[in-house]
């Protein structure tokens, strides 16, 4: 990330709060909705120990108007927002750059994406970490990246994999209620 202060601030939208942080380069974190102010504010610093309150710049002001209005559930595009994720994986930032071309209501597998960037199906675990490490959850839309067989999965954000689906959900994306194992008798 940029040798500079990063800077954060923390918004309300229909989703609960959420925080996002910035450095000189671009965005650097982005906190997925919580029931409070300070619940996102002391996760956000929990990995940003040292950042600070700051003005926002122009593109981080749109990027917080482009996350008010997707959890309105508007078809939103964050692909144009620049990003500072410091030092990567050269893997991590292939698994980055092909989840973040995840358009609104398209999902993929863990082992798809890892296929498509020329793994093996081990690498689908590489996949599974780096989106559970993804400092931009929504930027790079690591809720698109489901288990396989289409299912939800983990999702290490505030709420895990119920949060995971409702943000799939809005997007149009709907998941069939597991059918019980056992049938109960009917009395």
Not at 8 to 18: M, V
Not at 55 to 66: F, G, I, K, N
Not at 110 to 120: F, I, P, R
């Amino acid at each position: 990330m940029g040798q500079t202060v990063q800077h954060y601030l923390i918004f309300e939208t229909a989703g609960g709060f959420c925080g996002i942080a910035w450095s000189d380069i671009g965005i650097t974190r982005f906190q997925l909705p919580t029931k409070s102010a300070d619940a996102a504010e002391r996760l956000l610093l929990r990995r940003l120990p040292g950042a600070e309150p700051g003005q926002p710049s122009e593109q981080v002001l749109q990027a917080v108007a482009a996350a008010k209005r997707y959890f309105e559930g508007e078809e939103i595009d964050f692909f144009d927002f620049k990003l500072d994720l410091g030092e990567q994986d050269g893997f991590f930032e292939q698994i980055y750059a092909a989840a973040r071309e995840l358009g609104w209501g398209h999902t993929t597998t863990y082992g798809a994406l890892a296929k498509q960037l020329g793994a093996g199906p081990e690498a689908a675990r590489d996949v599974g970490q780096a989106m559970a490490k993804n400092p931009v959850p929504l930027i790079i839309p690591c809720h698109r990246v489901l288990a396989a067989g289409g299912k939800v999965g983990g999702f290490s954000a505030p709420g895990g994999s119920v949060a995971k689906a409702r943000m799939l959900e809005l997007e149009g994306v709907r998941f069939e209620t597991p059918q019980p194992a056992q049938k109960s008798f009917g009395f």
